[in-house]
């Protein structure tokens, strides 16, 4: 029973991608390319390496806001770091991964010894990260990056990009993790019921601690690739980034609430949003449309999950006789 | 005495993944009776009043009321009709003033504006009329559950209540609010109210009810009058075999200390001290918010500790947060079983291994064989009745949910278990066997505190007594000067 009902959520995204890859693949015989869809894989592979860690932070039952922000302040920080104070290349980008990786720890610390929403705290940290990105370098992008640190973002695995293997990598390693290891099992539980998880002698503070750094530090290594593939530390990266993975994540079946999600559902969710922006660009639809599409297949995917929930319930109800339709007065 | 049917339910069913909770069951309801429906945990008793207060649509049947037939019940209709449901799980909103939720939905109204000063003169006639003192403009987060429970009951009667469905209403009350909720009982029933009441309690059912239906595995096995039928009888009926209510004796005390606990203070409960013997079931009585519960939550280390010290077989505990306790030998198997002591959404495998993950990992990798192996070996030492081990614990059964809390422990190898109300909404076929399971877990050397409010079990089930009143520790009875008579003068604090 329980089986069935979990594949459903998991695969509703891989579904509504095929969908969707049927119908521009019917009008454009672009997309169809197997090229396109490399690009396709390549567009999404950093949002994906983000959703990832957001897929912990809520099943957790948290959320967290600040992780698009991390892009760009990882970014400018480790290009400034290797181009104007001559740090090494791979020291530089460690160092910018390692500063993601701790405001990750402080949302996690900030929301776990003060009780606030992790949706106020990570909103402000938000803000304070993207100030950070434009102080450090004050609102100016750093160019001229060292030829070798083009590989990571740029490079190809025979005909696979590098983001593409380390998105699915980590895919791998974060679907293990989550189904089949004790911190895992951990991170449903809180999501599920605290109050029991704590009493069965869960430390629930340190998962969900763990949770953010997590995501925080998956978000600095977005930022790396991000910084490799543009060529250039922008301050700016990542301004609706933590929307989109977000929606990503909830297409996919991960529950808003806590609980209940998978990285499969997940990186069908991510696909989707790059499919949508791939195929619309390509039908030469503004970036207006796209957004209204987005907007749309959320809203439409979701609630029709949730309407097939409730109305399963109901759909074995008669009226038996006409006196009982009274009752809606 | 011929009396109007006022209420009809016809072939009534209900399926559920996996169940069939109500198999066509018919009753009828006469106007202005007390009416008990009584069943095991499971029955359909729940799902039963769900159809009539229209929180679910059955698949099949119909109700008739006032000469109309309805397929089913919506809530609004059952509002309209002036059917009023205290459910066990109380349906208050915790941050609003008890007049606010004494009047939810229907506040009284000036020019449009919701009329503060007139809806607590109100609710303070209502609870006049029910001969109790609470302030309307306190916040219902800050009662207790027996003050909780009457703001309920006062929400049905600030509307226009015709049939009242009470769902296990004394389960969280003591001695004296029980007997006020009766004369409130009595006092609707001479109003005319018709009462439809389910309780495990049968002393309460042969008190205050007319007439009663039994149910059982979701069939109606039939509506007796109360008064032509003996306890016997109906618990034959309600279990369909003979059983004994009798208690199982604990017999494997030794005079071996295995747990003690000195001057141990905090949660507003103060120098507690006792000796707990290997084997031993040791009972904890008092009233309601005597601080039984807060004493044992410090002990388990749920909540902070302002004093003293205890050892278990030898070693200080530290008490600092439930993961230590557990590691340390004691397991807490909480009141609020749904929210505290299973995670409702995760299979009963995942409950039962989430305090113990240690023994199936391996570098923190869970080896699903080991875990499925030592579940299903628990699932049917306690004989939990589930088709599978995947079940979601939230589908289950009062009894089977509290002995998958109950799997949690002994798969851990807890010293020293403390059960807090280890029966309540527990009905009374499981109870036994929970019984006999407390005595097992004796006999293999662990040993129990137990919390109890139901006098009988506490006296049936404990070798030694702890009283408690108003948080402090009043006295503890051997079992030869066992009484209800004594408990009740120490938890009184009459000594």
Known sequence: ???????????????????LVLFFSAFSPRFRQISNAITILRQVSINGILAVGLVYVLVSGGIDLS???MLGFTGTLAAMLMVENGIPIFAAC??????????????????????????????GMSYVIKAAAYLIHGGMPVYSLPKEMQTLGQGYVGPIPIPVIIFVVIALIGAFVLKRTSYGRGVFAIGSNQEASRLSGLNVKRIQVAVYTVAGFLAGLGGIIMMSRLNAGQPGTGADTSMDIIIGCVLGGVSASGGEGSIVGMVGGVLVMGVLSNGMTILGLNEYYQLLMKGAVLVISVGFDYYARTRKAEKTVRIVRSEGKKEKE | MEKRTLLSMRNISKQYPGVLALDRVSLDIYEGETHALVGENGAGKSTFIKVLAGAIRPDEGEIELDGQTYSHITPALARHLGIEVIYQEFNLMPTLSVAENVFMGNYPKRYGIIDHREMERRTDEIFQSMGVRIDPRAAVSGLSMAYMQLVEIAKALAKKVRILIMDEPTAPLTAGEVEVLFQLMDKLHRQGVTIIYISHRLNEIFRVTERLTVIRDGCKIGTFRTGEMTREQLICQMVGRELNETFPRNTARTEEVALKVEDLSGNGVEDISFELHRGEILGFGGLVGAGRTEIMRVLSG????????AWLEGKELSMKSPRISIREGIALIPEDRKRQGVVLSLPILE???????????????INRRKEGALVSEQMKALRIAAPSMRQLAGNLSGGNQQK???????????RVLIFDEPTRGIDVGAKQEIYKLMCALCEQGASIIMISSEMEELLGMSDRIVVLCEGRQEGILKREDFSQEAVLALASGNQ
């Open chain 1, 1 to 19: 029973m329980r089986k069935m009902k979990i594949d459903v959520k998991k695969y509703v995204s891989w579904i509504i991608l095929v969908v």
């Open chain 2, 404 to 414: 998958v809390v109950l799997a949690k422990w002994l798969l851990s190898r807890s």
């Open chain 1, 94 to 123: 460690l160092i910018g991964i390692f500063a993601a990786t701790l405001f990750g720890l402080f949302n996690g610390l900030s929301i776990t010894a003060t009780n606030m929403p992790p949706l106020i705290s990570t909103l």
């Open chain 1, 67 to 69: 992780l698009g922000p």
């Open chain 2, 351 to 365: 409950n039962v291994i989430l305090p113990n993950l240690k023994l199936v990992t391996k570098y923190s990798v």
């Open chain 2, 302 to 309: 749920v909540d902070a500790r302002t004093g003293g010290r």
